[in-house]
């Protein structure tokens, strides 16, 4: 949250007098200081359970000039973010911004931290420097929050010596109500500033959460804090060494190793994050309300990931990333699933040339740990990948309730951590499918040549008319792609009208058989039967070795004429569903 509330204390006359003062002080010419920030996600429960991360940062300010209008000033800092769930980023910064002396606010969009630059016109207050005759009681803005002057003339020790400070408080509760959770929060956030001079010497933000995530208990504790190392108005006894402003300060590891050289780069560019999803915490000042903010840091302002990217999750013991991958096919897939390696190369190309979103899941050393394949015509993702947490992140990428797997996910690790009962699946099931291969040609692939032929180009209408008759889904470009791609297929035909259809795929030696529908009208004719056996023997005369299909469990007319040609179990696929209740619909299987 940019500004959580904001209220006033003041009668006009205080207002005026205030106003009066803002106007007529300045910081001072020169002046400078240096700085170490930690903020810590501590006190985990519930799904927050086990998680730790820990972000340093050490910077540079100085004020270059100052007129009668404005005062500029010069950031550098260097950072570092250590957490049990991903590899270390870091990252430096360096830009010069001026702020207005009569309210404090930045001349421009702006500020000393880039993700806190405006794009809505509304200009933020600097936490650089306030004026130092502000009145006690009255109301500081500090960015996009306002803070209360609680103390004027209070003793604080920093840089190893005990200071005069003015003291600013904000202290509020606030609410989260959407996809990362059901969280009361409470924010105590307090600035210091030098007595003489205005400017900045200490600041203490701790913010308290409770509730639900995902419908199970959750809380944490994100402590930060910012401390002067040497500043030139507040001295230290020891001046301490210069620092290097463009190199991160030292990583924290929580139990896996850390990055490598090659994963220790700047976070992408800063995004504008939606409102109230907890953005606004900057390198010096967490004031501006954040809520929960692990994982990710763009110039250590924190953003929300989905609820389950927050938990510090692993794949095998490493950290993983969800990312979509800008072309097809990718590689590393062998090892996802024993029977439908070979035919995922063809399944992400078809999606790929429908625009069909594919996300993989990637570890620290490239190896690949699952991958999605949208359908957005029949609202359903395929997804191969063994582990829970994996398929859950991937799942949420693609926005999908339900999914084709090949595994029935235990529930997920994450959950695991808890320590309070859960059930022993992460999904419900809608479906399942016998996962049936056939390893040895039939003796009898006999049919009625006048009856099914190969499809040709001209029958891609009637097909596409009866899959979407049946289905109740667009059929048509996906059809399209399929053949494109390099599906085969065959028809029946009855008084030269395309009564059944049935599809293949075929890689190498592996063939896989998906597709067949006959029209209800011409069913109980054999037409079904002579396409099975028409496709099965074009793939053995193609060279295919080995042959796949799936058949749902209730469908018995097909799983018996899977196995009166020679097909044997050796697996089984589900309809998985993060729904907590059934959610009638068509399910699809392309």
Known sequence: ????????????????????????????????????????????????????EVTRARARYEVLGVDAEQATIEARYAWVISSTAEPTRTGFEHRTVAFS???RRYVSRRTDVSDLDEEDGTTLATWIWIPPDTPLGADVEVLGKTFVLAARDESVVVTGEPRSALRLRAAYPSRRDDAYGNLDTRIVDEYWFDAATGMFLRERHVETATGLLEEERAGFTLETTIELVDASYAPAAVTPPEEDYTTPPEEETFGHSPASSGSRTAPPPPRRAPEGDGSGCCLAVIGCGILLSPLLVILLVRRLRPPAAARGLTAMGVPFDVREPASSPVAGLELLSPSFAPFLPHMIGVARALSWRV??????????????????????ATIFAPDSDVCELLRRRLGREELFSDVRHPALASVHRVGVATPPEAYNVYETFEVLELATRPTDLGYDGDVVDPMRPEDLGEVAALFEAVYGVACREWLGAALAAGDLGW????DGRVAGAALATLVGTRARLHGLTVDPEHRGRGLGRALYRARLRGLFD??????????????????????????????????????????????VRR
């Open 542 to 587: 193609l060279g295919a070795e080995r042959v796949l299909t799936e058949c749902a469990t209730w469908n018995l007319g097909a799983l018996d004429l899977a196995r009166a040609h020679g097909f044997e179990k050796v697996g089984l696929m589900y309809v998985e569903s993060a729904r907590s209740a059934k959610h009638e619909r068509r399910v």
């Open 359 to 380: 996300a993989t899941a990637v570890g620290p050393n490239g190896q690949v740990l699952g991958v999605a394949i949208d359908d957005p015509p029949a609202n359903i």
């Open 101 to 103: 002396l009569a309210n």
């Open 491 to 494: 028809v029946a035909r009855v």
């Open 1 to 52: 949250m940019r500004a959580v509330r904001s209220w006033s204390r003041l009668g006009l006359g205080l207002l005026l007098t205030l106003a009066s003062a803002t106007a007529s002080a300045q910081p001072p010419q020169g002046a400078w200081l240096r700085y170490r920030y930690e903020q810590r996600l501590r006190d985990g429960t519930g799904a927050y359970l086990g998680y730790s």
